[in-house]
């Protein structure tokens, strides 16, 4: 029996079980990986074959699973920034509460409900139920400073994902910039990349909300004042988001428009089940993180987006 077979039949297992959570113990590394050609349009029909997996330059024997198949379940944790600066954009995301189900989790997966502005928030712990999911994304409120700590909110997730089965999914809806963390970048990517978290973006500006807003939504004047010179600050920063979906092979959504946000959670359910998924065993006597990279040769005008690296304790 092959390691990847053997890994199937302890997830079938656990899944059976269904309290019984499932790590990534059989020691294959897992890489969700999108393939998309020049006009970002979807390809399928590739194999183990036309794949190239290199863990620190070194070449891999890889095998090749879907999710399509019901396999192994979504836990995908959805992060909204929650500052007075948000307070335009919440109006639009407290509409998709739900396309959660339908369109990203499937009735096997879970999802959760945090809310990142001074404080971090979980509105909602990972449950199956459609009606939670939905009830938890219709009270999201705008709260009054400004802080979004994001990359708490990053930490803390990642923390509680640990003992969660199947694969992992966060999906950070916000301006794309922290504001205030205690955690830092680089321990929370690296945090991210032990547990194969993959992160996605919607990225939305602020101040370029003022633009579709119904007049309902306004805040005073002078909260849209500080919504424009704090976003005029933050485009001489880092995007924090996008560097951790670029590092964990997800995808950075900006939306603007009216339907935005709903155009961003089809893209996001479209790309998670249209996803290759690579396998291969981990290097054991090689402990600490390891690079990855994957490639699909003789096919230089297809655009690859995977996980970066990954973890040996």
Known sequence: MTRRALACLIYLAAAAAQNQPFRVQSKVVQTPVSVTD???????????????????????????????????????????????????????????????????????????????????????????????????????????????RMLDAVSDITEHMKQRQGRKVLLLISEGHDQGSEAKFQEVLDAVEREGIEVFGARYSAYAMTWIAKSADFPEKPELDEMFYAQLFRFATTNQMRALAVSTGGSDYPFLRERGI????????????????????????????????????????????????????
């Open 38 to 148: 020049k006009n970002a349009h979807t390809v399928d029909g590739l194999t183990a074959a036309d794949f190239k997996v290199l863990d620190e330059g070194l070449p891999q024997e890889v095998s090749l699973d879907t999710f399509d198949t019901g396999v192994a379940h979504i836990s995908l944790a959805i992060a909204i920034q929650s500052s007075q600066t948000s307070k335009l954009a919440l109006a639009k995301i407290r509409r998709i509460g739900g396309m959660i189900q339908p369109i990203v989790t499937g009735l096997q997966g879970e999802a959760a409900v945090v809310t990142f502005d001074s404080e971090v928030k979980w509105l909602q712990d990972f449950t199956r139920d459609d009606e939670k999911i939905r009830f938890a994304m219709k009270s999201v409120k705008a709260a009054r400073g400004t802080k979004a």
């Open 262 to 313: 709903e155009k961003v959670i089809e893209e996001l359910g479209v790309e998670v089940h249209s996803q290759y998924i690579l396998s291969f065993p981990q290097r054991e006597n090689a402990p600490g993180m390891h690079r990855i990279e994957v490639t699909v040769p003789g096919k230089s005008d297809l655009q690859i987006r995977s996980r970066r690296a990954y973890w040996v304790n």
